[in-house]
């Protein structure tokens, strides 16, 4: 494929000394680099992907070099473009469960998932409310403020709102909602929706908050909120989160020691715990794609795969 015109050593010629990279031959350059694309929405993805990069090219033997976007739209458009699109072109790319479901909606189902987190099976979306307030279940809702993190954060709004409107609480007539519309593009990543939610609880602006499950952990352990200051109402039911998605034409034999790369990395070395805990888990897995059903059918509903050219 045609390689994105980056990173700057590449592009303008600076120290960068192919020397020094066995991997980076001059012959076939940059057809055999495996271009990966990451959000960057804090700056710890510096740090976590050089280091995924490290282990990639020095243990992996694995030409990967890692892109940075500024939104999960630009990094599926990346993902999906064709030579002569006059822009930058990835092979995989690390993506939400939103903008999986995007890439593979987009690609009319082409796009194929290569790996995930043990940490990304299981989410949840917790309402939670002020304990002992006058909200301990769904039915209190009615006619309440319910508070939801970003429009595009799966966990923090789209879900929430889908999971209701099964129970039969649908938004704008049986509840009212106090949206925190931060970091959009980013879907949730951040965090920091999620903050505004649980602030919004506790003063009184909402009644009851949605927040993903591991948020709600964090609130615990790093006792963000007086002890017993929040109590869960509800969960949801279970789904899936990131996951690493590859363009339709990506090079089987590429993907196949991309994802065994992955696998190989483990816990106990000492070398790769530092980058598995900033990433948020302890081993790679192959894909589960059966967790992402009911955000499929919720994104279809809030017009979140509407054509790639408006979000991108």
């Not at 055999?32 to 990451?38: D, F």
């Not at 804090?42 to 995924?52: A, F, L, Q, S």
């Not at 009851?208 to 964090?218: H, K, L, M, Q, V």
Request: aromatic fraction near 8%; include cysteine; hydrophobic fraction near 40%.
């Amino acid at each position: 494929m045609g390689a994105p015109p980056f990173p700057r050593s590449l592009r303008e010629g600076g120290d960068f000394d192919l020397s020094c990279e066995p991997l980076l031959n001059c012959e076939g350059l940059m057809s055999k680099i495996i271009w990966l694309g990451a959000v960057a929405y804090t700056p710890k993805v510096v740090t976590i992907w050089e280091g995924m990069r490290n282990y990639f090219h020095e243990e992996a033997h694995l030409p990967v070099e890692v892109v940075l976007f500024q939104s999960y739209e630009a990094q599926v458009a990346a993902l999906l473009a064709q030579p002569g699109d006059g822009m930058p072109r990835i092979d995989i790319a690390w993506n939400t469960n939103l903008a999986y479901l995007q890439a593979d909606e987009w690609s009319s189902h082409a796009c194929r998932a290569l790996a995930m987190r043990d940490t990304d099976l299981g989410w949840m979306t917790k309402i939670v409310a002020v304990s002992g307030g006058p909200i301990s279940t769904l039915a209190d809702l009615k006619n309440r403020t319910l508070a939801l993190g970003s429009r595009d954060s799966g966990h923090a709004a789209i879900l929430p709102v889908h999971f209701l409107e099964q129970e039969g609480m649908r938004e704008g007539k049986d509840y009212r909602t106090l949206r925190f519309n931060s970091d959009l593009g980013k879907h949730g990543d951040t965090g920091a929706s999620e903050v505004e939610v649980v602030r919004a609880v506790l003063d009184g602006r909402a009644d009851a908050g949605a927040i993903g499950n591991r948020f709600w952990s964090t609130v615990h352990s790093e006792r963000l909120v007086p002890e017993g200051g929040l109590r869960e109402i509800w969960s949801s039911p279970e789904y899936n989160h990131c996951m690493f998605t590859a363009r339709p034409d990506l090079d089987p034999e590429q993907e196949r020691r991309f994802a065994d790369a992955l696998s190989a990395m483990s816990y106990d070395n000492p070398v790769h715990r530092p980058i598995l805990d900033a990433e948020g888990l302890k081993r790679w897995l192959r894909p589960h794609v059966d967790g992402y059903a009911a955000l499929r059918q919720a994104a279809t509903q809030q017009g979140f795969f509407e054509e790639l050219a408006k979000s991108a």
